[in-house]
């Protein structure tokens, strides 16, 4: 199975469209526990969808609980470090950097540092396959889009 969170106006062949917000469409709270089992899923496309979840470490424990090992999860999410477009929305309720993939990086310090930790709830454990930032203009600004290429470590 591959899935494309938050789909809205983008569909990928091949791909399980989530409708995350819809006035007219079943929609699947991401906020909660996903509906898929564990280790299910072979890919996963999330563009525009994680900085309107509440919590990062609830967010990605999910997607690395239900990717398959080895399976791989592209994700988009505005840079709040370098333009208007982490901020500008109002819907907006987690505020991403390029270092918060530090702390689910398997082998990263900031990971291991706190791999023991109750506390700290990590348990996803993914490699950082390809990491880049994308400009994009606006019409009174311009917005920064982290795009990042995780694989599951299990």
């Given amino acids: 199975m591959k899935l494309n969170l938050g789909a809205c106006d983008r569909s990928f062949p091949g791909f399980l469209s989530v409708v995350v917000v819809s006035l007219t469409n079943k929609v699947t709270d991401l906020s909660k526990p996903w509906p898929w089992p564990d280790s299910s899923v072979d890919e996963v496309m999330a563009f525009d969808v994680f900085e309107h979840l509440p919590n990062k470490r609830q967010t990605l424990n999910e997607l690395w ?43 990263n310090f900031a990971r291991e540092r706190f791999r023991a930790s109750s506390y700290y709830g990590v348990r996803a454990d993914f490699n950082v396959l390809t990491f880049e930032k994308i400009r994009h203009e606006r019409k009174r600004g311009y917005t920064v889009e982290i795009r990042v290429k995780l694989q599951a470590v299990k």
């Fill in 65 to 107: 609980r239900v990717l398959k090992s080895g399976a791989v999860a592209t994700i988009g999410v505005p840079d709040v470090t370098d333009g208007d477009g982490g901020h500008c929305d109002p819907t907006h309720c987690s505020y991403w950097t390029g270092s918060d993939f530090d702390y689910f990086e398997k082998g």
